[in-house]
Every structure is written in structure tokens, then in C-alpha cells.
């Protein structure tokens, strides 16, 4: 199944700053909407910003004006910048298309904390 890989998590500081990024193929790249999601323990995965193809972003109300995603066409990497960090951040991060058929991957762990 297909799957994008997740990197650049870490310890952050609150109110500091981090960007993650996630790679995939070609053709996933310039065909589906890339997301965002991320779950913290004991909680559900939860939608936390989307693009299209197009350049389209959406985000959920708990990260608006403080996180930022991109994508980057030429080496299919899409990218989510992460500022202004709280505790309530802290969370595995994974990204997925919508293509109704890749898998989740591992994610990457972020953790807001002083």
C-alpha cells in the first residue's frame, strides 16, 4: 500500500518552533490532497491541515495562525511549519493523501515541553 514517510519531529519548547516533512512518490504528489493528522495518548487521530494539488490549505481551529502547510512540487515534499508551540501540540504527527487506500505510517513524535 502506499504510504509517505514523516520526519522532523522533536522536543520543542513552548512557544518555539519546528517543521516537519513528508515525502511521496510522484505520482501521489500531483494527484491527491496531502493531510496532516496527529494523535496524542489517549485520544483519536485528529485532522490538522490539509492542501491540494492546486495549493488549497485548510486547518483545524486548535492550530490556526500559528501552524503553516506547503507543499514543494519539485522534490514532492510537503511541508507543515509549526510555530508558537503549546503543550497541547504535543502529539505523533503523520501525513496521508486522500486516495481512499494508503495506509498510515509511523508518524513522528513531537513534543511540546519545558
Known amino acids: 500500500q502506499v504510504q509517505l514517510v514523516e520526519s522532523g519531529g522533536g522536543l520543542v519548547q513552548p512557544g518555539g518552533s519546528l517543521r516537519l516533512s513528508c515525502s511521496a512518490s510522484?505520482?501521489?504528489?500531483?494527484?491527491?490532497?496531502l493531510t496532516w493528522y496527529r494523535r496524542a495518548p489517549g485520544s483519536q487521530r485528529e485532522f490538522v491541515a490539509s492542501v491540494t494539488v492546486g495549493g488549497s490549505v485548510n486547518y483545524a481551529d486548535s492550530v490556526m495562525g500559528r501552524f503553516t502547510i506547503s507543499r514543494h512540487n519539485a522534490n514532492n515534499t510537503m511541508y507543515l511549519q509549526m510555530n508558537n508551540m503549546k503543550p497541547e501540540d504535543t502529539a505523533v504527527y503523520y501525513c496521508?493523501?486522500?486516495?481512499?487506500?494508503?495506509?498510515w505510517g509511523q508518524g513522528t513524535q513531537v513534543t511540546v515541553s519545558s
Open positions: 510522484a505520482n501521489i504528489f500531483s494527484t491527491y490532497t
Open positions: 496521508k493523501p486522500l486516495d481512499g487506500t494508503s495506509a
